[in-house]
C-alpha cells in the first residue's frame, strides 16, 4: 500500500517538502521500486526510489520539490513495482490517482522575514537596525536595552530602579498607505536560478505587504504593463492579506512594451492619499529609464517613489573573472558597460529627487526589507 502526502499548496521558488508512506502487508519482505508521476513543470523524468521493506512494516520516503512557476500542479499516480526476496515474482500497483496542488507566491519567504522580523537576532540574516531619527513619535513603552538602540532613547530613572539599561520605545506611524506597482511587460520575464523576474518581485511585495501589515501599515496592489491589470486598495487585516495573495497568484506576463503613463493615470484615479508606491521593474538603459521618467517625476510630486530594478547575475560573475584572452577582455569591457548602466539608472533617479533600490534577484526581500525600515524610521511619508 502506498499513499503520498502533499500540502494544500506550493510556495513558488522555494524546497517544498513532500513525503510517500510504504506499508507492506505481505507475511514476508519485499523489495520495490516506486515512480512518482510529478508535474510536468518540474521536468523530472527520471524519478525512481527504491529500497525493501520488512513484512508487516511501513516506511515513510522524503523527498522535495522546487517549483519555479505559479499555477496548477498536477501530480499522476503512484507506480510501485513489488518482487520477492529472490526476484522471481513481480508485481505492478497503482496508488493515489491524480491530485492538482495549486503553486502560490513564496509563503515561506513571507512567514520566514515575518519570523525574524520578531527574533532579536535579526541583524544576522541582513535585516538592518535601523537608527531612529528624531522623537517626534508617540511614545510606546519602556523596555530592555537591545544592540542597535538609541542610546539617546535611554531612560536613566528606570535603569536605576531595574539595575538594567532601560530605553524609551517609540511606536511607529501607523496606518501609512503603501502600494506594490509590479510591471508585467516583457523585460520582467528575464529568469535567474529559473525563477521570473516578476516572480521575484511578486514574491518580495508579499513579504513587505506582511510586514508592513505587522507594523499596523495598509497595503495596496497594482499591476500593469501596456495597460493597468489589477488594482487592490490599500487595506489591513488577514482577509485583506488573503485577496492581496490570490491577486498575485493571478499574475502573467506579458509580451508587451510597460507604459508608465498608464500607472500615473491609475495612481491618480485610485491612489488619493499619499502613500509610498514601490515600484518593481526593469530598465536595460539609460534611455529607456528616460522614456519612463516624465510619469515618475508626476508621481513623486504627489507621493513617495522607490523604484526597484534589478542587477544582471551573470555580468556580475564575467566581470569577476579573470581575463586569459583578448575576446575575454571584449566581453569584460562590455558587461562593465552595461555595469555602468545600471548605476548610472540608480544616479539619475536619486538625482531627480526619486528613491532607487538596485539589487540582485536573490537579495530582494532583505534589500527591500532594510528600506522600508529606513523609510519608516525617517519619518519620510
Avoid at 502487508?25 to 523489495?31: A, G, R
Avoid at 518482487?83 to 491530485?99: A, H, M, N
Avoid at 522575514?113 to 532579536?120: G, Q
Avoid at 510597460?258 to 509610498?276: A, D, H, M, P, W
Amino acid at each position: 500500500m502506498a499513499e503520498r502526502t502533499l500540502p494544500e499548496l506550493f510556495s513558488n521558488g522555494d524546497d517544498n517538502p513532500l513525503l510517500i508512506q510504504l506499508s507492506n502487508l505481505y507475511s514476508l519482505p519485499i523489495h520495490f521500486d516506486l515512480i512518482d508521476e510529478l508535474p510536468f513543470q518540474l521536468q523530472i523524468r527520471d524519478f525512481l526510489k527504491s529500497g525493501q521493506i520488512p513484512s508487516g512494516k511501513t516506511i515513510t520516503l522524503h523527498y522535495s520539490v522546487h517549483p519555479n512557476k505559479r499555477g496548477e500542479y498536477v501530480f499522476g499516480d503512484l507506480q510501485v513495482y513489488v518482487s520477492s526476496p529472490l526476484g522471481l515474482v513481480k508485481r505492478k500497483f497503482t496508488f493515489e490517482k491524480g491530485r492538482m496542488v495549486p503553486c502560490y507566491p513564496s509563503i515561506i519567504q513571507m512567514e520566514k522575514y515575518a519570523l525574524i522580523m520578531t527574533s532579536r537576532w535579526a541583524v544576522n540574516f541582513g535585516i538592518k537596525r535601523v537608527r531612529r531619527i528624531g522623537h517626534s513619535l508617540e511614545f510606546e513603552q519602556i523596555k530592555e536595552y537591545t544592540q542597535g538602540d538609541d542610546i539617546r532613547t535611554i531612560n536613566w530613572k528606570a535603569t536605576a530602579r531595574k539595575g538594567n539599561i532601560m530605553v524609551n520605545h517609540y511606536e511607529d506611524e501607523k496606518s501609512q498607505p503603501i502600494y506594490c506597482l509590479i510591471d508585467k511587460g516583457r523585460a520582467m520575464r528575464m529568469s535567474f536560478e529559473g525563477l521570473s523576474l516578476m516572480d521575484y518581485s511578486i514574491n518580495s511585495a508579499l513579504a513587505i505587504t506582511h510586514i508592513a501589515l505587522q507594523k499596523g501599515d495598509k497595503v495596496g496592489l497594482i499591476t500593469f504593463s501596456d495597460r493597468l491589470s489589477t488594482h487592490i486598495q490599500a487595506g489591513s487585516g488577514e482577509g485583506h492579506l488573503k485577496k492581496y495573495l490570490n491577486a498575485l497568484y493571478n499574475q502573467k506576463t506579458s509580451w508587451g512594451e510597460s507604459s508608465f503613463e498608464t500607472i500615473y493615470l491609475g495612481v491618480r484615479e485610485y491612489v488619493k492619499q499619499r502613500s509610498l508606491l514601490i515600484v518593481f521593474s526593469e530598465f536595460d538603459s539609460i534611455q529607456s529609464l528616460k522614456r519612463q521618467l516624465p510619469y515618475l517625476l508626476r508621481l513623486s510630486r504627489f507621493h513617495l517613489v522607490l523604484v526597484v530594478f534589478f542587477e544582471d547575475q551573470d555580468l556580475e560573475s564575467v566581470l569577476k573573472t579573470p581575463v586569459h584572452s583578448l575576446q575575454e577582455l571584449y566581453v569584460k569591457t562590455i558587461s562593465a558597460k552595461f555595469s555602468l548602466e545600471k548605476k548610472l539608472i540608480s544616479k539619475e533617479l536619486n538625482n531627480h529627487g526619486i528613491l532607487s533600490l538596485l539589487t540582485s534577484p536573490k537579495n530582494l526581500s532583505v534589500q527591500l526589507i532594510n528600506r522600508y525600515l529606513e523609510i519608516k524610521n525617517q519619518a519620510k511619508l
